[in-house]
């Protein structure tokens, strides 16, 4: 059997990490993962994190099964953190506990694949580089609609229009709640509502993918297109990720969510989540859970955590405006929107030949298609990445 088993490659983000660790020289840099390190280079222990986990470690609790759909206070306040339109609309929103973002996906496709086992997947073009795999593996057909303009540096919203009108009805289109990985380049409060419009009037079944809340704009800004799918009455899908906005890599924590119609449809839908759960893994893993569950059920943890956040996304748009103008004393002039994107990441438009040449030349890590993640640079990198990047263009 095994002898048929062909060499996979190497995954587009996560592989670059192996290579980085390989690495020997002292001034490498890893810009490939989107993680945020702080000042001094290291992943930070947020102090919301640490006082909850203090607690928790204190009350020496065992280690039992949670339920199928993951501990009950985390499932609660992840909900009132996403929908805060009042109980209505909650008794409309199947949510179960996640492997992290990704996870939440991975469930939400495997659901939809039941219910709706011709549709196709729409992603943007770019998307985040798992999508496509993770869809496709779920056995779905997974096409592109257009979304940024290198020309313009922007989104092309009048092209992504005319490709979600076209979408067959029932098509699953993944779109990127806030901060936009790779580009970094976000829909408008009026590009959402034409979005939305389309989504409505095609029947189309959008799927948010939100792992940067509060990376871009804030906590409720980076929702807002939450609120306004909800208005619309349409039914959809969003996976929520704490593995950013927490400095929760490895814990593996977010949430799906699944917004139906009405409250009649609630319990079935999460009946059919409960099932996709217990097929793959069962139940979910505790310890992330309850640290998320802690600090955002405290008054005092929540406020620390609003400001930590607060603190990663300002510090991220500081260093943005630093690299720019290290670029440009390096002669790289024509490189300022990078200071205009949102979130972890720099769509640098540089191209597979550069970045692989910022990577063996010069030890600096991106990903083929050009993607850097700025909340891994500090006074000490930054540098260097400017210095690597000016020298392969
Ligand atoms: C990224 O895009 O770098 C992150 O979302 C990490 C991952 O799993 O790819």
Request: glycine content about 10%; hydrophobic content about 40%.
């Amino acid at each position: 059997l095994l002898h048929t088993v062909q060499l996979a490659p190497a995954d587009p983000i996560l592989g670059l990490n192996e290579h980085f660790a390989k690495d020997q020289r002292t001034d490498k840099v890893n810009l490939g993962v989107g993680v945020y390190l702080g000042e001094d280079g290291t992943l930070p222990l947020l102090e919301c994190v640490r006082v909850a986990e203090e607690r928790i470690t204190a009350g020496r609790k065992p280690h039992g099964y949670l339920g199928i759909d993951g501990l009950p206070a985390f499932v609660a306040t992840t909900r009132e953190l996403v929908f805060d339109q009042g109980p209505a609309v909650l008794e409309r929103v199947a949510s179960v506990q996640a492997l992290g973002g990704t996870g939440a996906l991975k469930v939400g496709a495997d659901f939809l694949k039941q219910l709706s086992p011709d549709a196709k997947v729409m992603i943007s073009t770019p998307s985040w580089e798992n999508h496509r795999a993770l869809f496709t593996r779920a056995g779905f057909e997974v096409e592109e609609y257009r979304y940024y303009s290198p020309e313009r540096k922007g989104v092309d919203v009048d092209g992504m229009i005319e490709d979600l009108e076209a979408a067959a009805e029932g098509t699953v289109v993944v779109l990127h709640a806030c901060c936009h990985n790779p580009t970094g380049y976000d829909l408008d409060t009026g590009d959402w509502e034409r979005v939305i419009d389309v989504v409505t009037s095609r029947r189309l079944v959008a799927f948010l993918d939100m792992a940067y809340q509060g990376f871009g704009h804030g906590i409720d800004e980076d929702k807002s297109v939450i609120g306004a799918f909800l208005d619309s009455g349409a039914e959809f899908l969003i996976a929520q990720s704490f593995s950013k906005s927490f400095s929760l890599y490895g814990e593996r924590i977010g949430a799906l969510h699944v917004v139906a119609a009405d409250a009649g449809l609630t319990a079935k839908v999460l009946s059919q989540l409960k099932v996709c759960i217990r097929t793959n893994y069962s139940n979910p893993a505790k310890h992330g859970a309850a640290l998320v569950a802690e600090v955002l059920c405290d008054p005092d943890l929540r406020h620390i955590w609003v400001t930590e956040l607060a603190a990663m996304r300002e510090r991220i748009k500081d260093l943005r405006g630093q690299l720019v103008q290290r670029l440009e004393a390096e002669g790289v002039t024509d490189m300022g929107f990078i200071a205009d994107q949102l979130g972890m990441f720099s769509y640098s438009g540089l191209t597979k030949d550069q970045m692989v040449a910022l990577r063996t030349e010069h030890g600096v890590y991106g990903t083929d298609a050009g993607r850097m993640c700025v909340a891994a640079l500090n006074s000490r990198n930054i540098a260097h990445v400017a210095k690597a990047i000016a020298a392969v263009r």
